[in-house]
T-cell receptor
Framework: DTGVSQDPRHKITKRGQNVTFRCDPI?????LYWYRQTLGQGPEFLTY????????KSRLLSDRFSAERPKGSFSTLEIQRTEQGDSAMYLC?????????????FGPGTRLTVL | AQRVTQPEKLLSVFKGAPVELKCNYS??????LFWYVQYSRQRLQLLLR??SRESIKGFTADLNKGETSFHLKKPFAQEEDSAMYYC?????????????FGKGTLLTVNP
């Protein structure tokens, strides 16, 4: 499968624990996005990388959230001291174009449940 | 602030009937407009984009800049069209081409 992959697919954790999610984009894609989707809502933008540079973070991304894309390939999203409100589907998407808007390819998501 | 409104949370039609999924947006600049679809147990995927002006799976979408609407239409719905549909404008300037999604419309096509 050459699509975007995410790991794990499901994560159940207790409040206060740290969790880390991984996203592997399509190999030639230089842009990587993280979105969060809660029940009954569409995905909401969290953060964006172009190659290894994190260029924008949403105000939704509190200090407990951190994302990296160290070599411009895979990315990790870490949530520290999880809260019940962090329960959601975390989606990763990637795209490639030298410039301009383009299709984003989504991964299957990581469903986080915070007890 | 960017806002996308999909007024129908649920839409149910019979097979062969026309279907229209509404989308209105409030967005700064001149966004590119997309419709994404999520079939049951599948990942979110692109259905169509305004710029390509294609018809995908019989769906078309008309951009009305005056009304800031981008409604999705299909003249004869099929059961396999049952899915969640999201309207999503995308930044077209700068370097962040993030998508802003509506809340989605769950379309059910009954036999």
């Amino acid at each position: 499968d050459t699509g975007v992959s995410q790991d794990p697919r499901h994560k159940i954790t207790k409040r206060g624990q740290n969790v880390t999610f991984r996203c592997d984009p399509i190999s030639e894609h230089n842009r990587l996005y993280w979105y969060r989707q809660t029940l009954g809502q569409g995905p909401e933008f969290l953060t964006y990388f172009q190659n290894e540079a994190q260029l924008e973070k949403s105000r939704l991304l509190s200090d407990r959230f951190s994302a990296e894309r160290p070599k411009g390939s895979f990315s990790t999203l870490e949530i520290q001291r999880t809260e019940q409100g962090d329960s959601a589907m975390y989606l990763c998407a990637s795209s490639f174009l030298p410039g301009g808007a383009s299709e984003q390819f989504f991964g299957p998501g990581t469903r986080l449940t915070v007890l | 602030a960017q806002r996308v409104t999909q007024p129908e949370k649920l839409l149910s039609v019979f097979k062969g009937a026309p279907v229209e999924l509404k989308c209105n947006y409030s967005y700064s600049g001149s966004p590119e407009l997309f419709w994404y679809v999520q079939y049951s147990r599948q990942r979110l995927q692109l259905l169509l984009r305004h710029i390509s002006r294609e018809s995908i799976k019989g769906f078309t979408a008309d951009l009305n800049k005056g009304e800031t609407s981008f409604h999705l239409k299909k003249p004869f719905a099929q059961e396999e069209d049952s899915a969640m549909y999201y309207c999503a404008p995308q930044n077209s300037g700068g370097s962040n081409y993030k998508l802003t999604f509506g809340k989605g419309t769950l379309l059910t096509v009954n036999p």
